[in-house]
């Protein structure tokens, strides 16, 4: 038995995963993983994602450079989520939205409309080039 | 056009749900949502889900009374997840957990094992009496 048993993976052998930064611990995004993400996950120590639009490993900052450095695997009492305690590498503050945001919740509800109220931090075009 | 439509529903007519305490920033749970879950969480002001295993609305604290207040909707870039900034009723402090737990990632990667790092803060059979 594997740590990777532990985990509940769904019928497409992903599990959702959370990324949280240290010490601000503010959510930055969340994707998925297959079992082979999250093993070259911990043992990289750099997240490592299963794009479903892509249909392939994805290696986070593998374009951008926004590498997450990971400091901590977490699962929760399902077995069925993971989440991950990183540091947002490549940019200060960190970057962690293929928009040039820290995080992919930019948009909150405000009435009955969903309203952007963080700021880009890089221009998309000039992440990548 | 509703804010609801601006929501990527899954095959299932589903996205996942991430509940954070306001303050503390902790990341408590993640569950799912349909349409209806999502449309009383926002005029309810209370976190309602949709439970797969029961294939019905929960609203959280139905049974436990740990009821989870609303501060702020979110939205990320794709529009397939919602991020819920959440006070979390019941106990100080707030139990998300089934189990009894503040949170529900509890468990963290110790070499090639999961390990129990955070405690019960009450015994599930005095929440589910």
Chains 1, 2 share one sequence.
């Not at 990289?44 to 590498?67: M, T």
């Amino acid at each position: 038995m594997s740590w990777l048993d532990d985990v509940k993976w769904d019928a497409q052998g992903l599990v959702p995963a959370i990324a949280q930064e240290v010490g601000s611990n503010d959510v930055l995004m969340l994707a998925f993983m297959n079992r082979e993400a999250l093993e070259r996950t911990a043992a990289s120590g750099e997240a490592v994602y299963y794009s479903r639009s892509r249909g392939r490993l994805w290696h986070k900052g593998e374009e951008s450079g926004h590498i997450q450095k990971v400091h901590e695997l977490r699962l929760d009492c399902d077995g069925d989520v993971v989440l991950l305690k990183v540091e947002q590498l490549g940019h200060t503050p960190g970057i962690a939205c293929h928009t040039g945001r820290h995080a992919c919740f930019f948009r909150r509800l405000d009435g009955e409309e969903w309203k952007t109220v963080e700021p880009a931090l890089k221009d998309p075009a000039r992440i990548y080039t």
